[in-house]
């Protein structure tokens, strides 16, 4: 089996000017999923080599901004680049409505299919003739946020929680991750911050980590408001050592 490449393409909370905004690529073989789309993702994929053209699918875990606003881009470039394959969108009820309208009231017309498929619950599909699992499972947020754990020929699990509050039951679906990409937007010191905004803390994605069994740990989505990221990766290392932060084009190689 190849090896599971996953780049960060984005990884920090939301902040003016940014061009640092959540999209994790993972790429096995000829398949190239994306987890959200910031602004600028289509010209990220351009810069580590992968063509908007060839991408198959992409999934959306809610549509606040800064996970979604660079689809549509996206979606345009796939045009202008003349794709043909088509382009499989995975999210929360609301995507597909949301993506029609922006479209309409652009005079756009994507070249290519576009397939949609909505969730709002615990939800498990099969891609590329079933040898990509996807497991959906609800999380925590100020609106409906789906976390997503993507396992490629059922020997590599790569899970993806992010924006939400740590949940108080670990769900099934990201035990025994390889990888664990989890929202860490506050510091634990600031976990009222965390409680009022649903969001988690560097402590409380380490503790998901080791009670999920993962191998490695990413903190995501910290907030601007930390000058010294290291601070929370101090913070989650203490429960979880195997942790590392998000950093903008980092790469993870995963080999079974």
Known sequence: ??????????????????????????????????LDAGEGVQSKLLRVGVSPVVLKYVLITHLHGDHVLGLLPLMQSRSLGNARNSLTIIGPKGIKEYLIK??????????????????????????????????????????????????????????????TRALSKIPDDILGSDLLIHDSTFSHKDLDLAKTHLHSTSVEAALTALRSNAKMLILYHI??????????????????????????????IIKP
């Open 102 to 163: 922006s479209m309409q009231m652009l005079s756009f017309t994507p070249i290519y299919e576009v397939k949609y498929v909505e969730v709002d619950s615990n939800t498990t599909f099969r891609l590329d003739r079933g040898n990509i699992k996807v497991c959906a499972f609800p999380l925590n947020h100020t609106l409906p946020t789906i976390g997503y754990s993507v396992i490629i020929n059922d020997r590599v699990k790569i899970s993806y929680v992010t924006d």
């Open 1 to 34: 089996m190849n090896p599971v490449r996953v780049v960060i393409l984005g990884s920090k909370a939301p902040y003016p000017g940014s061009d640092d905004l959540p999209s994790v690529l993972i790429s096995w073989g000829k398949n190239h999923i994306l």
């Open 223 to 252: 907030s601007p408001r930390y000058k010294d990221e290291h601070l929370l990766l101090l913070e989650a290392r203490r429960y979880f050592p195997n942790a590392y932060i998000a950093k903008k084009f980092m790469r993870i």
